[in-house]
């Protein structure tokens, strides 16, 4: 820029208006048409500002953090598992199923209830007092792991046997009758009571 320019009022990078004297963009002329040469208004230059400062911080957080929220692959899988999670638990009350169970837990947990309960009519050894021999092999009504459910859930009361169909869970219920089935058929208890019913 020409020094003796400094003091002028025109600057000779832009022309002016010659009524108003706006400043004009140079050499931009449609047939006599020309336009001012405005600054953008400061609210507008700094909300551009402000999204290029966003679209940094961004694409850090992105590109180099890794940031789960901001990965939609990521965010997806994190709400799966959190919905896997929440889902009502399918117990296995809906599945249980009426078979033997051999495991060490649920004989134990099956002999506890039975000397618990059942010895008082039954005897510890299962060799029957009140209630029937355990050991042998004549049943009353029947062998099956569901006969013997049937049973212990709704009882026999005019014999005397009792119902535990509220007093034991259908798990607890299963438990004792394999503790039977594994621990007292076959055995030899001090005091057998007579067979009672039919040889199985
Ligand atoms: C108050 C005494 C009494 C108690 C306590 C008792 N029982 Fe009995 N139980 C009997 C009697 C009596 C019978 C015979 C019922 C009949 O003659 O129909 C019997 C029958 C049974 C039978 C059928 C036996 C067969 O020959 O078919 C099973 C199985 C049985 N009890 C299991 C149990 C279990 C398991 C418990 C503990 C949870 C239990 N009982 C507690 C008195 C009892």
Not at 42 to 65: D, E, H, N
Not at 164 to 185: A, M, P
Request: aromatic content about 10%; glycine content about 6%.
């Amino acid at each position: 820029m020409a020094k003796e320019n400094i003091n002028q009022h025109h600057n000779e990078d832009y022309e002016y208006d010659t009524l108003t004297n706006d400043k004009l963009i140079k050499d931009h002329d449609y047939d006599g048409i020309r336009e001012l040469d405005n600054d953008l208004p400061p609210w507008w230059k700094w909300l551009f500002y402000i999204t290029i400062i966003f679209s940094i911080v961004y694409c850090i957080r992105l590109f180099v953090f890794h940031s789960d929220d901001l990965v939609q692959d990521r965010e997806y899988e994190k709400a799966m598992v959190e919905a896997e999670m929440n889902k009502p638990v399918q117990s296995e009350a809906i599945e249980f199923k009426l078979v033997l169970l051999e495991d060490e837990t649920s004989i134990a947990s099956g002999k506890e209830t039975w000397d618990k309960i059942c010895a008082v009519c039954h005897l510890v050894d299962g060799g029957g007092l009140v209630g029937p021999n355990m050991t042998d092999n004549y049943w009353i009504h029947g062998n099956t792991v569901e006969d013997m459910f049937n049973i212990i859930t709704t009882g026999v009361i005019e014999k005397g046997m009792i119902p535990y169909k509220d007093q034991l869970s259908e798990q607890k219920r299963l438990e004792v009758i394999s503790f039977i089935l594994v621990k007292l058929q076959g055995t030899s208890p001090a005091t057998p009571k007579a067979p009672e019913g039919t040889e199985y």
